[in-house]
């Protein structure tokens, strides 16, 4: 924070202060990260606990952590613990006794390269299938 930091500042200030966009502010405020001006309205005014915050969050994106892992830091470990976000998954059935879990939320890279070794391991199973079904007796 260089210079003294005011009591009260305008958004332009508070934005440039924390070369932070005045955009990025408004949906951190929206979504919780950050509270509301101290006076809202024509004259909103943000405080220094605004610009803390803002530090903060940049702080812990600079570490790697998503806006979802920095509300629950925010918000103390507790908060974490106490209800784990829950992790969508795909389910593919490459064989009529095999269905293989994939988490939804890949990179669109990894999930073709998930696609492609599916694909391979249904092949390859159908095939292996067929082979057995040969090879055994009928009854």
Request: aromatic content about 6%; glycine content about 6%.
């Amino acid at each position: 924070m260089p210079g003294d930091v005011p009591n009260e500042m305008k958004m332009a200030e508070l934005a440039e202060r924390a070369d932070v966009p005045r955009r990025t502010i408004r949906y951190y405020i929206s979504r919780g990260l950050v509270s509301g001006p101290l006076r809202s309205g024509r004259d909103a005014v943000y405080g220094k606990e605004h610009l803390e915050r803002l530090e903060k969050i940049k702080q812990l994106q600079s570490e790697g952590l998503t806006l979802r892992e920095i509300v629950h830091v925010l918000a103390g470990k507790e908060a974490h613990r106490a209800m784990p976000t829950p992790t969508p998954w795909w389910h593919y059935p490459v064989a009529d006794d095999v269905v293989i879990s994939v988490r939804a939320d890949t990179s669109p890279w990894r999930s073709r390269q998930i696609r492609q070794a599916l694909a391979r391991m249904a092949s390859e199973l159908t095939a292996t299938g067929k082979d057995k079904d040969d090879d055994e007796p009928d009854d």
